[in-house]
């Protein structure tokens, strides 16, 4: 079956850039959305359609995609982005979808 | 007030049947796509599936195809997700997530069942 591969984890210095890689075979034809879920609360949708701010969302996330790897970045990490992070996206047929493994963002 | 409203928590054996229920307010029900999100303990974020209200279209993790069953009310707004036979690996929190405009750019989440199965 599919998958979305993303690193463990992460960790940034206040004020600086994180980056979060997630790959996947069907990356350049599929959309990619990526998820912030802090401890004992609901996800929340930071990116979708690959490069898009839902409204809300603070301008420091942003993502793009480069063939099989699309990767997060949040530039000037605050201590409440400190969470968990997961890419979402279709396998090549769009039959499913799949989250990435997830990767956790530790911010110093 | 747009909003999903879940079941609560449920404490199973192994074997029994669950039908655990999303419903949705505040917006037009049969218009949009549902989701269901599993999240087992300490672990992350699993994709289980989705279903259209309108016409009961669905789609499946193949790994969970007929494991679970998703249906939806459209009389009351309501979408399930259902198990004949539980298992102890089902024990979990059940996300149901509504997207914004297409399949899963999910925008609006529940507040989560939580299912042990014990």
């Known amino acids: 079956s599919y998958e979305l591969t993303q690193p463990p984890s992460v960790s940034v210095s206040l004020g600086q850039m994180a980056r979060i890689s997630c790959s996947g075979e069907a990356l350049p034809k599929k959309y990619v959305y990526w998820f912030q879920q802090k401890p004992g609360q609901v996800p929340v949708m930071v990116i979708t359609e690959d490069t898009e701010r839902p409204s809300g969302i603070p301008e420091r996330f942003s993502a793009s995609t480069s063939g099989t790897t699309s990767t997060l970045t949040i530039s000037g990490a605050q201590a409440e982005d400190e969470a968990d992070y997961y890419c979402l996206s279709a396998d090549s047929t769009s039959s499913y979808y799949v989250f990435g493994s997830g990767t956790k963002v530790t911010v110093l | 007030e747009v909003q999903l409203a879940q079941s609560g928590a449920e404490v199973k054996k192994p074997g029994e049947s669950l039908k655990i229920s999303c419903k949705a307010s505040?917006?037009?029900?049969?218009?949009?796509?549902i989701g269901w999100v599993r999240q087992k303990p300490g672990k992350g974020l699993e994709w289980m599936g989705i279903?259209?209200?309108?016409?009961?279209?669905?789609k499946y993790s193949p790994s969970l195809e007929g494991q679970v069953t998703m249906s939806a009310d459209k009389s009351t707004s309501t979408a399930y997700l259902q198990w004949d036979s539980l298992k102890a690996s089902d024990t979990a929190v059940y996300y149901c997530a509504r997207p914004r405009r297409a399949m899963v750019d999910f925008e609006l989440w529940g507040p989560g069942t939580p299912v042990t199965v014990s």
């Open positions: 505040g917006y037009a029900f049969v218009s949009y796509w």
């Open positions: 279903i259209y209200p309108a016409d009961s279209d669905t």
